[in-house]
């Protein structure tokens, strides 16, 4: 077992029971064992205490519901609806899992991020089509594809199983993204663009504070509290990530509003936060 460091501990043999005592004191149900990839934090009260649980909720819970009662009002269809739902269960769950470091609520957090994210897919390949038009093809391949990821995920805890089936979801959004962005609706590029590079900054971050945790940890012993917190950089992960997909969400809002020739437009809530409003036809 490897040293419980700063924001990204590693537990190389999460197997041992000691490990679950440790993170989750002696009454600790006998769950699953946790994969070694995942933050671990233990060290309260001093530079490498982890970042805050509600990261991860607000960056994905209140975000889509500051859109979600805007869309259901202008009538939009449910498939917009159901991805802000799943934005906001990935919130919840990744909010449910740091307060608790169970891996029952690990696959809360995760499973969730395939799920919504089969959403957008679907969303975003049928932007083109009739209103409130279904293709059950489509929606009979994500179902399989996600109903398999859980399947072989929750028998093979290999978190890069995860990251690599995620992944190629995002990838496949990324290529439609640009391509409409670049070909058919221009002057969407800088939402394209702002979504997927806050995504990436977000996934930078991820990686630095995996790769660099120790050096982060001991940085923070000689930083001012207000300071160290700055370095939390998988809080940074969630709150860019979760930034980014919604920015995402209303990118494909609005090429599939254009398409409809509704009349979209993006407003800000208190000059700072964006919501898609779509207002209402003109009269002849």
Not at 129 to 152: A, M, R, W, Y
């Amino acid at each position: 077992m490897t040293e419980l460091c700063g924001s990204c501990v590693r537990v190389r043999c999460a197997q041992d029971p000691a490990v679950r005592v440790l993170l989750q004191g002696p009454s600790a149900p006998q769950s699953p064992p946790l994969p070694s990839w995942l933050p671990r934090h233990t060290d309260k009260g001093s530079g490498g205490d982890p970042p805050p649980p509600w990261t991860g909720a607000k960056r994905t819970t209140w975000s889509p519901i500051t859109s979600l009662s805007s869309t259901y009002r202008d009538g939009l269809e449910v498939r917009y609806i159901c991805s802000f739902l799943g934005l906001a269960a990935v919130g919840v769950g990744s909010w449910c899992f740091h307060m608790t470091l169970l891996y029952e609520m690990q696959l809360l957090d995760e499973l969730p991020m395939i799920y919504s994210t089969c959403v957008f897919v679907y969303c975003l390949y049928e932007c083109f089509k009739e209103e409130n038009s279904i293709n059950l093809f489509s929606i009979t391949l994500l179902l399989i594809f996600s109903l398999s990821v859980t399947v072989v995920y929750l028998n093979w805890k290999e978190p890069v199983f995860h990251q690599v089936m995620y992944g190629a979801l995002v990838a496949s959004l990324v290529i439609r993204s640009i391509f409409i962005a670049t070909w058919v609706n221009p002057w969407l590029k800088p939402l394209c663009y702002t979504s997927l590079g806050v995504f990436l900054l977000g996934f930078l971050l991820w990686n630095i504070d995996n790769i660099f945790c120790e050096t982060l940890r001991t940085s923070r012993h000689h930083l001012p509290p207000g300071v160290g917190v700055v370095t939390q950089f998988h809080a940074w992960w969630h709150i860019l990530t979760g930034l980014g997909s919604y920015l995402h969400i209303l990118l494909s809002l609005q090429i599939r509003s254009i398409y409809l020739k509704h009349r979209p437009k993006v407003k800000f809530i208190c000059g700072v936060w964006p919501i898609l409003h779509i207002e209402p036809q003109k009269k002849s």
